[in-house]
């Protein structure tokens, strides 16, 4: 579902960090709502070093969370994957203002006044680079997300580009809407609406088979249910609408 409104918090639940593989961490954080749409959230760190982190999407901190990244490692870089997801990452960069700022490439446009020190391919490749691989999903005239491909989890970080929203966490009515909308569960993928935005089909369709040579065998998905077993088969599914 495209997101065009700036996310209201529903709840308050504090969140702490789950280790999803080899040197990568994910935390769920408040469920938000957007155009009154409910979403989970979730943030991801990578420890690039033992002590330096990445954190990717990063979720309203509380001071636990706060105290639990504390015990993992310096926060050194924090990543905006696409312009909706701009939440926590002025508090985070207030609470670590070493850390380097990393946007997608519409996400300034969208936020003049966010604390912004790299856009994210259209700078020099970040130090991470050689670590976590980038590609800005092209052919959205909407959307500017970049996904990521941590090497040593093989994970496949998404953000909005396929959503499986839970259903145990949807009411009735929400469960109806986003199963319409082709994003409930583990036969979610990329919304409809999303979809329509997609004008450059030749562009999204060599993002899709770009991201598909990565060797991944996870998925973080930030909204809903990750993916653990048969993820390529689950990736390939979700986008053919772009590979076909
Ligand atoms: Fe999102």
């Not at 989970?40 to 639990?68: C, F, K, Y």
């Not at 809407?177 to 036969?187: E, F, M, P, Q, S």
Request: charged fraction near 25%.
């Amino acid at each position: 579902m495209i997101q065009a409104a700036k996310p209201k918090k529903e709840t308050d639940q504090s969140a702490l960090l789950q280790r999803f593989g080899e040197r990568i961490w994910i935390c769920d954080g408040p469920r938000v709502r957007m155009m009154t749409i409910p979403f989970e959230t979730r943030m991801t760190i990578v420890e690039l070093e033992p002590g330096v982190l990445w954190v990717h999407s990063p979720i309203e901190p509380t001071p636990n969370l706060q105290d639990a990244v504390d015990s993992l490692g310096a926060v050194k870089f924090i990543v905006a994957p696409n312009k909706i997801h701009s939440l926590g990452v002025e508090p985070w960069k207030k609470r670590h203002p070493a850390a380097e700022v990393w946007v997608s490439p519409q996400f300034r446009k969208r936020h003049p006044d966010a604390p912004v020190d790299h856009v994210i391919g259209a700078d020099a490749p970040p130090a991470w680079s050689s670590q976590i691989d980038y590609l800005c999903f092209g052919g959205n005239i909407f959307l500017d997300e970049v996904v990521f491909f941590h090497h040593n989890s093989r994970t496949l970080i998404v953000t909005d580009l396929i959503q499986r929203h839970d259903p145990a966490k949807e009411t009735f009515f929400w469960r109806f809407g986003k199963r319409l909308a082709g994003v409930l569960g583990d036969k979610g993928g990329t919304a409809i609406d999303l979809r329509s935005a997609f004008r450059d089909r030749a562009a999204a369709r060599a993002s899709a088979e770009k991201l598909l040579r990565w060797n991944f065998d996870r998925v973080v998905i930030a909204h809903g249910k990750c993916i653990t077993e048969n993820a390529r088969s689950t990736v390939e599914k979700a986008f053919d609408w772009a590979l076909r």
